[in-house]
């Protein structure tokens, strides 16, 4: 199986449909990444509350980021496993999506994450176990 993928954030039509705005911060030796997303209120439910799913995919992005940063862009993350905690609702503006590698072997990485507010209140964390492979450019 070969994978294609978009390096450039801003023009990723994925990224575009999660509302990115802009990476924050980009640290291969941390292994870890913060996105910024803005949360928009087509993407809400009742009472103005961002639907579950969004977030989800706003911290397996950032997870993902996290092990292409650390891998120097030659593997992609497939989820094996993901597993996210609900805090609190979000709602439309600005959040930012952090994501870290926990553990990187050769097939497999364990990586976390977490969506906060831009005041550092958070929101949601995440875990996955993810398998590694090739990038197709």
């Given at each position: 199986?070969?994978?294609?993928?978009?390096?450039?954030?801003?023009?990723?039509?994925?990224?575009?449909?999660?509302?990115?705005?802009?990476?924050?911060?980009?640290?291969?030796?941390?292994?870890?990444?913060?996105?910024?997303?803005?949360?928009?209120?087509?993407?809400?439910?009742?009472?103005?509350?961002?639907?579950?799913?969004?977030?989800?995919?706003?911290?397996?992005?950032a997870m993902a980021h996290a092990v292409m940063i650390r891998?120097?862009?030659?593997?992609?993350?497939?989820?094996?496993?993901?597993?996210?905690?609900?805090?609190?609702?979000?709602?439309?503006?600005?959040?930012?999506?952090?994501?870290?590698?926990?553990?990187?072997?050769?097939?497999?990485?364990?990586?976390?994450?977490?969506?906060?507010?831009?005041?550092?209140?958070?929101?949601?964390?995440?875990?996955?176990?993810?398998?590694?492979?090739?990038?197709?450019?």
């Amino acid at each position: 199986m070969t994978e294609e993928a978009n390096l450039e954030p801003a023009t990723d039509p994925l990224m575009k449909t999660l509302g990115f705005v802009r990476m924050l911060e980009s640290d291969q030796g941390e292994d870890r990444v913060c996105v910024e997303f803005e949360a928009k209120r087509a993407q809400c439910h009742s009472g103005n509350i961002v639907q579950g799913g969004f977030v989800t995919g706003w911290i397996d992005s950032a997870m993902a980021h996290a092990v292409m940063i650390r891998t120097k862009y030659e593997l992609v993350p497939l989820s094996l496993e993901l597993k996210v905690a609900f805090y609190r609702a979000a709602h439309p503006g600005l959040v930012v999506a952090e994501g870290w590698v926990e553990l990187l072997g050769k097939r497999t990485a364990f990586v976390e994450g977490l969506l906060r507010t831009p005041e550092g209140e958070v929101i949601a964390k995440g875990t996955s176990t993810v398998t590694l492979k090739p990038i197709r450019r």
